[in-house]
């Protein structure tokens, strides 16, 4: 089955920068949407962000517009989000997600990175 494994989490200061990775173990159809989504203590797990594999469409959740870009090296397997501009509300577990397309919730998972934002 596929697996996803995320990197590049950590501590950063308020309107710092950070770059998520997210390996794929291997690449098919099925899961030619890979997101990016995010959980902070007490609250539901939102979408960040979307790229497809094939085509390289993007979307962004409001919160993260223009701060946030995805990207993908589809030599690789692999997909990055690079956050920029972080802010304390943006602390969270992020996760990688695959699936068959980005409005669809995803099939895949990935255990997860912590991302903190503060002084």
């Known amino acids: 089955q596929l697996q996803l494994v995320e990197s590049g989490g950590g501590l950063v200061q308020p309107g710092g920068s950070l770059r998520l990775s997210c390996a794929l173990s291997r690449f098919t159809l099925d899961y030619d949407a890979i997101g990016w989504f995010r959980q902070a203590p007490g609250k539901e797990r939102e979408r960040v962000s979307c790229?497809?594999?094939?085509?390289?469409?993007?979307n962004y959740a409001d919160s993260v517009k223009g701060r946030f870009t995805i990207s993908r090296d589809n030599a690789k397997n692999t997909v990055f989000l690079q956050m920029n501009s972080l802010k304390p509300e943006d602390t969270a577990i992020y996760y990688c997600a695959a699936g068959p397309q980005c409005n669809l919730w995803p099939r895949r998972w990935g255990q997860g990175t912590q991302v903190t934002v503060s002084e």
């Open positions: 790229i497809r594999r094939s085509g390289g469409t993007t």
